[in-house]
């Protein structure tokens, strides 16, 4: 799913709907891009991008969900 076996372009079409929700997906794709090229690309922004989301979102939720003690 996190196209590290196979690419998502020869994935089937609803495994490839998943696999764009999975944010480890992304993270495998900059790290690819890295490993072959130097160049900063769009897809490579694009999943810096989400990563970076992804985890500022957890960090929100995380921070909502923490009781808040008043002395």
Same mark, same amino acid.
């Given at each position: 799913?996190?196209?590290?076996?196979?690419?998502?372009?020869?994935?089937?079409?609803?495994?490839?709907?998943?696999?764009?929700?999975?944010?480890?997906?992304? !993270? *495998?794709?900059?790290?690819?891009?890295?490993?072959? @090229?130097?160049? =900063?690309? #769009?897809?490579?922004? &694009?999943? !810096? *991008?989400?990563?970076?989301?992804?985890?500022?979102? @957890?960090?929100? =939720?995380? #921070?909502?969900?923490? &009781?808040?003690?008043?002395?």
């Amino acid at each position: 799913m996190r196209s590290l076996f196979l690419p998502r372009n020869q994935m089937a079409e609803w495994l490839r709907y998943f696999s764009d929700a999975m944010q480890l997906s992304y !993270a *495998v794709e900059a790290l690819q891009h890295v490993t072959v @090229s130097s160049e =900063l690309s #769009a897809s490579y922004v &694009r999943g !810096a *991008v989400v990563l970076a989301g992804s985890a500022l979102l @957890s960090l929100a =939720l995380a #921070a909502a969900t923490l &009781r808040r003690q008043t002395a």
